[in-house]
């Protein structure tokens, strides 16, 4: 069983998607495995710690792939990549699905089993492999980290002989794993905070933390978390009466986040280029869902845009942006899922097709596209 951990090739991807704790936990279980040199580099690891784990370390992209019955990857392979990949290799990683058909046929035409990590479903024996919910928690760290580095002022209150500085006031929006994090590290750099959601179970978990909850708390509030956890697409009706609270709101605060997502869907729009104007200047706001079309107008990927000395942060890979803590979370995350396909009597390969995780994950194997979400429509 050799396992494969080619560099990334995205230079927008500095997470590496093996550390020497995974290296050294798969060859427990059986596997050979081979690293690209410098994979690690920009996580801080170096070749010379996967070697100490266990791993060799493969000079090129080529050799670590040659054989290799799974490779472990932060981004889906690319059509450059894919043909070092050895036909009916296990492939893990984030493979980004929706909308990119291309892709999963290109992986299904090469005979991969390409698993999405981002399709985990959540539930209890999953927790530990969900990428989403590793990686969105860092980012909404970060998010605050980047918005304070931004932020001409301090965030909390300062009383000194000189005089006070008000505390900061920083509103999220979004509460889920993101902005649940996001929220707890503002406040513990003593900023006040507020958060919105559309899904009821948020107000509680955002009260926890000790944030004031802001939202329409209307009918439709009452019925817009779907069974899986997640929120669905707001009405016309509910968009205009959240607009209206969010404007008034919006334009006392020093700081905002921003992170509402909808799976499979683009980013909602929350805050309109009117709502941005009537910010204080030296106002900061993080868009975190600006790679998904973003929730702010103005927001630009890759980019700080500031309009009237409002300043917009549009940073690309949010997790990237922390990269050692992320690919840790990350790798283990793969661990996780990889190990339930492992004989460990054995030291073999024994994936549980019909698992449920491994059939909410799979994408494409047998150069067919499997996955019920992505499979070409029959006529
Ligand atoms: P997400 O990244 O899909 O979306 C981020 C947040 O944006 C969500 O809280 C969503 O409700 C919110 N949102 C969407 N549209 C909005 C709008 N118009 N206005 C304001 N907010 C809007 O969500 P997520 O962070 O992946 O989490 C989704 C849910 O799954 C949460 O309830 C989370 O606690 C839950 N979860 C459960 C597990 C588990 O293992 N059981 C693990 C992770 C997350």
């Known amino acids: 069983m050799k396992i494969a951990v080619p560099a990334e090739v995205d230079l927008g991807e500095p997470r590496v998607a093996a550390t020497p704790d995974t290296v050294k936990r798969l060859v427990a279980l059986g596997a050979e495995m081979a690293v690209e040199t410098g994979a690690g580099l920009k996580s801080g690891i170096l070749d010379a710690d996967y070697q100490a784990a266990g791993a060799t370390i493969a000079a090129s992209a080529q050799d670590a792939l040659y054989g290799a019955d799974v490779v472990l990857k932060v981004r889906r392979p690319t059509d450059a990549e894919i043909p070092a990949y050895k036909p009916g290799a296990l492939v893990l990683a984030i493979m980004d699905p929706y909308g990119n058909d291309w892709a999963l046929q290109?992986?299904?035409?090469?005979?991969?089993?390409?698993?999405?990590?981002?399709?985990?479903?959540?539930?209890?024996?999953?927790?530990?492999?969900?990428?989403?919910?590793?990686?969105?928690?860092?980012?909404?760290?970060?998010?605050?980290?980047?918005?304070?580095?931004?932020?001409?002022?301090?965030?909390?209150?300062?009383?000194?002989?000189?005089?006070?500085?008000?505390?900061?006031?920083?509103?999220?929006?979004?509460?889920?794993?993101?902005?649940?994090?996001?929220?707890?590290?503002?406040?513990?750099?003593?900023?006040?905070?507020?958060?919105?959601?559309?899904?009821?179970?948020?107000?509680?978990?955002?009260?926890?933390?000790?944030?004031?909850?802001?939202?329409?708390?209307?009918?439709?509030?009452?019925?817009?978390?779907?069974?899986?956890?997640?929120?669905?697409?707001?009405?016309?009706?509910?968009?205009?009466?959240?607009?209206?609270?969010?404007?008034?709101?919006?334009?006392?605060?020093?700081?905002?986040?921003?992170?509402?997502?909808?799976?499979?869907?683009?980013?909602?729009?929350?805050?309109?280029?009117?709502?941005?104007?009537?910010?204080?200047?030296?106002?900061?706001?993080?868009?975190?869902?600006?790679?998904?079309?973003?929730?702010?107008?103005?927001?630009?990927?890759?980019?700080?845009?500031?309009?009237n000395g409002v300043k917009i942060i549009g940073h690309l890979n949010m997790p990237g942006r922390i990269a050692a803590s992320a690919s840790q979370l990350y790798a283990k995350n793969l661990y996780a899922f990889l190990e339930t396909m492992i004989d460990k009597a054995s030291k073999t390969l024994a994936v549980k097709w019909d698992d449920e995780l491994v059939k909410a994950t799979l994408l494409t194997r047998d150069n067919t596209i499997v996955h019920p979400n992505f499979a070409p429509k029959v006529e």
């Open 106 to 307: 290109a992986m299904a035409n090469a005979g991969l089993a390409a698993f999405a990590m981002e399709l985990m479903p959540r539930i209890t024996r999953a927790q530990v492999m969900d990428v989403l919910s590793s990686q969105a928690n860092l980012a909404g760290y970060r998010a605050v980290i980047d918005a304070a580095g931004e932020f001409g002022r301090a965030l909390p209150m300062m009383m000194t002989a000189a005089g006070t500085i008000p505390a900061a006031r920083c509103f999220v929006m979004g509460a889920g794993v993101a902005g649940l994090q996001a929220i707890a590290t503002a406040r513990r750099l003593g900023a006040v905070v507020t958060a919105t959601d559309v899904r009821p179970a948020a107000k509680e978990q955002v009260e926890s933390l000790g944030a004031k909850f802001v939202a329409v708390e209307d009918e439709e509030f009452k019925q817009a978390e779907t069974k899986a956890g997640y929120a669905k697409p707001m009405s016309a009706e509910y968009q205009a009466k959240q607009a209206a609270l969010v404007a008034e709101h919006i334009k006392k605060q020093d700081m905002v986040i921003t992170t509402a997502l909808i799976p499979g869907r683009p980013a909602p729009k929350l805050v309109s280029a009117a709502m941005v104007a009537s910010m204080k200047p030296g106002s900061v706001i993080v868009d975190l869902a600006v790679e998904r079309g973003g929730n702010v107008e103005g927001a630009l990927p890759g980019q700080i845009a500031e309009v």
